[in-house]
């Protein structure tokens, strides 16, 4: 199946068998062209230690697709292994063609031929995810039922909402016996995802997962009350994962130390059980309202939003940059159709945090691009990390609040240029408040440019949001 149906399928309840391939047509075995010409060219070249940085330039891999497209499938793969098989050129130079051939065996059904080079791309941030995803499913296919649950958490753990993967981590936890603890199992009472954390709370039922670990719904006996637990994923917690575990408590403690009503409170930290207990947003997230209730009202929307902002602000003045605002990390405390109801932020789990100094710069590189990519800045997904891009994150979000929708198509989600014209509202929606949508656009517009120099800070954000509040509550929009 190809790479776009497949990341936009509609989710799956089971795991039925991969259906049986056509055979594939014999082929040509050499072109005599000038594509191969060319290659034949910079193989030797890259033999001879030139041309490295050319592997994948775009001359390449456009005569690579000709080649496919005309019918010499076999021909494309043989050559890009030859282009991959030349010692001694950067990982960094090769990545996005040996991408290209894994998508290209995928469609041909022969992904027995890819597992060198998909284990190559797991370390590869801006592939590591579609990689994980095409071990999972050929693991899977081959009946291989740890190995594939293995790949599509690692799934999980980085894009919680990706197509069909939560419905297919369920049902292999429950083929390896390994489900979610039931109602009332004590935490103490067995290994849960691979972890110990005492006999105080009692697990219920999972909540949600994300980066750094799993988030379970608990009874806290001794308060008595209910809370949400979160556990550290157990590829996390090795020693040889200290980083990776010092950096979830540290998050933690930076936080707990927002004390902010809009940021979901950290009530207890254990490093032993690698457990951090935070109070329930019995209300559910976001994603929950908006999928089950449609778009919110203006009104609603514009309260949300500042509510979210004064959140940002907090954390900004901290030097803290979320780096995964949407609406699955953002939460009630009780049900959202309560007077005064307020909206939470939570899940710090890749949030960019102060240096030694207690500040962030105005832009900071990253090794790698993290969030979730339809809520990301276009500088985020560069890797530079900037308090306006969780700026950016906010408008798409307000945009689905008051639409419904993301500010762009579905096939749009993975490349295309951006501009602040995807964040026009509807006709529909102007039309209905128009005393005040010239306003609320402008404030969309400016949070969706494309310029992160061009956004407005947080607090200015913030102020405008307020000074929109009051024209609405004024003008009974």
């Not at 509609?10 to 010409?37: C, F, I, M, N, Y």
């Not at 001694?88 to 998508?103: F, G, K, N, Q, Y």
């Not at 110990?196 to 949600?208: D, I, K, N």
């Not at 707990?256 to 809009?262: C, E, G, M, V």
Request: hydrophobic share 40%; with cysteine.
């Amino acid at each position: 199946m190809a790479f776009w149906s497949r990341l936009f399928g509609k989710t799956d309840k089971a795991l039925p068998a991969a259906a049986p391939r056509p055979p594939v047509a014999d082929e040509p075995q050499h072109l005599g062209s000038e594509e191969e010409a060319f290659l034949a060219q910079l193989v030797a070249d890259l033999a001879n230690g030139k041309r490295r940085d050319q592997v994948a330039s775009p001359d390449v891999l456009l005569k690579l697709d000709g080649m496919w497209r005309s019918g010499h499938e076999r021909l494309a793969i043989d050559w890009m292994d030859k282009l991959l098989s030349v010692p001694e050129v950067p990982a960094a130079a090769t990545a996005p063609l040996r991408a290209i051939l894994v998508e290209r065996l995928e469609q041909r059904g022969e992904l027995d031929e890819a597992g060198a080079h998909l284990d190559g791309l797991t370390a590869i941030p801006m592939y590591a995810l579609r990689a994980h995803y095409l071990l999972a499913e050929h693991a899977r296919r081959r009946g291989d039922h740890e190995r594939a649950l293995r790949h599509y958490e690692a799934v999980l753990g980085r894009d919680v909402d990706y197509p069909n993967v939560r419905a297919r981590v369920e049902r292999l936890r429950q083929l390896t016996g390994r489900g979610a603890a039931a109602a009332g199992e004590t935490i103490a009472a067995g290994d849960v995802v691979g972890v110990q954390a005492g006999a105080r709370y009692r697990l219920v039922r999972e909540l949600g997962r994300g980066a750094t670990g799993v988030v379970y719904l608990a009874r806290d006996v001794e308060l008595d009350r209910d809370v949400a637990i979160k556990l550290l994923h157990p590829h996390l917690a090795g020693g040889e994962q200290q980083v990776a575990l010092d950096r979830f408590f540290h998050e933690a403690r930076v936080m707990a130390s927002l004390r902010h009503p809009n940021v979901v409170a950290v009530l207890d930290l254990d490093e032993a059980s690698r457990r951090i207990v935070m109070e329930l947003a019995a209300g559910g997230t976001l994603r929950d309202v908006l999928r089950e209730r449609g778009p919110r009202t203006i009104r609603r929307a514009i309260e949300r939003h500042g509510q979210v902002l004064s959140a940002l602000a907090a954390a900004h003045r901290r030097g803290i940059v979320h780096c995964d605002l949407k609406p699955g990390n953002l939460m009630f405390r009780r049900d959202t159709d309560t007077p005064g109801v307020e909206i939470m932020l939570g899940d710090f789990g890749v949030a960019h945090l102060p240096d030694e100094t207690g500040t962030v710069a105005s832009t900071a590189r990253r090794p790698e691009a993290v969030g979730t990519i339809a809520y990301m800045a276009p500088e985020q997904r560069r890797g530079e990390v900037t308090p306006a891009s969780d700026l950016y994150a906010s408008g798409v979000v307000l945009f689905e609040m008051l639409t419904g929708r993301a500010p762009w198509a579905r096939e749009q989600v993975m490349g295309g240029a951006r501009s602040a014209d995807d964040f026009r509202l509807p006709p529909e929606l102007v039309a209905s408040a128009p005393k005040v949508a010239d306003d609320l656009q402008h404030h969309l517009i400016r949070l969706g440019d494309p310029d992160p120099a061009r956004r407005p800070t947080t607090a200015q954000a913030l102020a405008e949001s307020q000074r929109l509040r009051e024209r609405i509550i004024a003008t009974g929009s």
